[in-house]
C-alpha cells in the first residue's frame, strides 16, 4: 500500500503560478510511477502529467504543456507539479497518483491516489 497526501492547493488569479506537493508513504520502496490527474466541476477526471520512477521521463497533457512542470525526489518520496501561467479552466481538484507506469493516461489505470487539493484560478 502506498499512501498519497497532496498539498499546496489554492485561489490564484489568472497568470500566477502555484506549486502542488505530494507526500507518499507505505511501499515507496516500490518503483512506481506517478502523476497527477485533475476533475473540474462537472467534468471527468483527465490526465494532467506523469513521471518515471527515477524520473527519466515525463509525460503532459496538451492543454498544459509548456506550462506545468513535474518533478520527483525519490530519497524523499515527494512529488511536486510546478504550474505557471494558470488560466481558469485549469480550475478543478488535483490529485496525486501511483502505479505501474507513466505512459498510463486512463485514471482506472491507476492504483494509489490521493485526497485530492483544490485549485482556483479566478479570471
Known amino acids: 500500500q502506498v499512501q498519497l497526501v497532496e498539498s499546496g492547493g489554492g485561489v490564484v488569479q489568472a497568470g500566477d503560478s502555484l506549486r502542488l506537493s505530494c507526500a507518499a508513504s507505505g511501499r515507496t520502496s516500490s518503483n512506481y510511477a506517478t502523476g497527477w490527474f485533475r476533475q473540474a466541476p462537472g467534468k471527468e477526471r483527465e490526465f494532467v502529467a506523469t513521471?518515471?520512477?527515477?524520473?527519466?521521463?515525463?509525460y503532459y497533457a496538451d492543454s498544459v504543456k509548456g506550462r506545468f512542470i513535474i518533478s520527483r525526489d525519490t530519497a524523499k518520496n515527494t512529488l511536486s507539479l510546478q504550474m505557471n501561467s494558470l488560466k481558469p479552466e485549469d480550475t478543478g481538484v488535483y490529485y496525486c497518483v501511483a502505479g505501474r507506469a507513466a505512459t498510463m493516461r486512463s485514471e482506472d489505470e491507476w492504483t494509489y491516489w490521493g485526497q485530492g487539493t483544490q485549485v482556483t484560478v479566478s479570471s
Open positions: 513521471i518515471s520512477w527515477a524520473g527519466a521521463r515525463t
